[in-house]
């Protein structure tokens, strides 16, 4: 069991899962069962076997993504694996809510400052969002993130408010204030991850192998998925990355504003409590911001 962070988390062992699994899913009865390390902040992750991984929620978190169904109907769209549900667990044995069993995806979590080749990754991932953006399906749900940046005003600028000290709060609102300004997506209805930080993609060799926890997906902005750039890339690839993307000045400042917006909420929340959120978001404060002193706006 991971150590809680929140109030209200659900105490989730490895002998729970192996008594949810014996229960509900026979066929797969007796086979290991082994927490996965990981900075993720919604799930916790055991390995069940060597092909399998199940996905247990801490907590309620009020958000309803996409139905397995709508993201089955991504995968062959794209140019990487995306993960894929074999089984929907209920609530039983004292766990209160769903969870689910997709097919173990090999590779580990990219680590900012620690890219084997940033130029290679930063094409991959502009090839992936590139293939999601295009994607035509009906019936997607709103994204968790996505909407205008207005709607995320008020918990921006308060969790800047309680960093004043620890991080240039003043630069940080320019270019929070200056994005809110700007022209919002007015494009057509676009099918976003929605949230594209390193612990949401696997890398093997350096190189994408998958993007997974697609619960915030929908229809939004665009904008949402560039937060990547300033949260895992480097600034000697951001150029390229944003020309293979192909987006215009308003959308890729409404992405950077959208990653600075993400890392003070996790500075904000997260310190002393998770390392690796903690440390990117400190990464990507810096980015963001050196990015802004090198071109103002």
């Given amino acids: 069991m991971q150590a809680q962070m929140d109030d209200g988390e659900v105490g989730i062992t490895a002998d729970l899962v192996a008594r949810l699994i014996a229960d509900q899913f026979p066929q797969w009865a007796g086979l290991s069962v082994r927490p996965v390390a990981s900075a993720g902040t919604v799930h916790e992750l055991y390995r069940l076997g060597e092909e399998l991984l199940v996905r247990l929620p801490r907590r309620s978190w009020g958000h309803s993504g996409p139905d397995e169904g709508l993201i089955r109907q991504l995968g062959p769209h794209l140019p990487v694996l995306i993960p894929a549900a074999v089984g929907e667990g209920r609530p039983a044995r004292g766990y209160p809510g769903h969870w689910s069993v997709v097919r173990w995806l090999d590779g580990v979590n990219p680590v900012e400052d620690h890219l084997e080749d940033p130029r290679l990754l930063a094409a991959d991932l502009a ?5 999601l953006w295009q994607i035509d399906l009906p019936g997607g749900p709103p994204a968790y993130r996505g909407g205008p940046l207005s709607t995320q005003d008020d918990f921006t600028l308060e969790a800047m408010g309680r960093l004043r000290g620890l991080v240039d709060t003043d630069s940080a609102r320019a ?4 994005a809110v300004r700007l022209p919002q997506w007015d494009g057509p209805d676009t099918w976003i991850h929605a949230d594209m930080m390193p612990g949401n993609l696997l890398t093997r060799r350096g190189r994408l192998a998958a993007v997974i926890d697609f619960e915030c997906a929908g229809l939004g902005d665009p904008s949402q998925d560039l937060i990547v750039a300033w949260m895992l890339l480097p600034a000697d690839v951001r150029p390229a990355f944003r020309r293979a993307v192909g987006v215009d000045d308003a959308t890729w400042l409404r992405g950077r504003a959208r990653a600075l917006s993400m890392a003070v909420g996790h500075l904000d929340y997260y310190e002393g409590r998770n390392p690796v959120m903690t440390v990117n978001a400190h990464y990507t404060i ?10 103002p706006l």
């Fill in 127 to 131: 090839g992936f969002l590139g293939a």
């Fill in 175 to 178: 270019v929070w204030e200056h």
């Fill in 286 to 295: 810096r980015e963001v911001l050196a990015d802004y002193h090198a071109t």
